[in-house]
């Protein structure tokens, strides 16, 4: 079991910064791929970025790419979301979501997680 929370959402203007975080307990979190996702009102949850459990892998949704960072320490057994130049569309749910990793692969596929934050809000106003 694995148990995630989230922190770091709020309300930013459009072209603003925002750092996500995502805290880990329970097994250990190196040997978990990680992933961001999101929610938007009246939409499905969809992919916004993930890392592999080494950290030497990752990968971006495209309506992200450029903008947004991916990284985690495991160390510390938290996932971090750097948010740049962040947009009004930008604005949801982000959850950070785990699934157990034996090789240095990325998930983009949100049925792929099996474990879930309870979600941080950003919202971005134009």
């Known amino acids: 079991q694995v148990q995630l929370v989230e922190s770091g959402g709020g309300v930013v203007q459009a072209g603003g910064s925002l750092r996500l975080s995502c805290a880990a307990s329970?097994?250990?979190?190196?040997?978990?791929?990680m992933g961001w996702l999101r929610q938007a009102p009246g939409k499905e949850r969809g992919f916004v970025a993930a890392i592999s459990w080494p950290g030497r892998n990752t990968y971006f949704a495209d309506s992200v790419k450029g903008r947004l960072a991916i990284s985690r320490d495991n160390n510390k057994n938290t996932l971090y979301l750097q948010m740049n130049s962040l947009k009004p569309e930008d604005t949801a749910v982000y959850y950070c979501?785990?699934?157990?990793?034996?090789?240095?692969?990325?998930?983009?596929?949100?049925?792929?997680?099996?474990?879930w934050g309870q979600g941080t809000q950003v919202t971005v106003s134009s």
């Open positions: 979501a785990a699934v157990r990793g034996d090789s240095d692969l990325v998930y983009s596929d949100p049925s792929t997680y099996n474990y």
């Open positions: 329970g097994r250990t979190f190196s040997r978990y791929a």
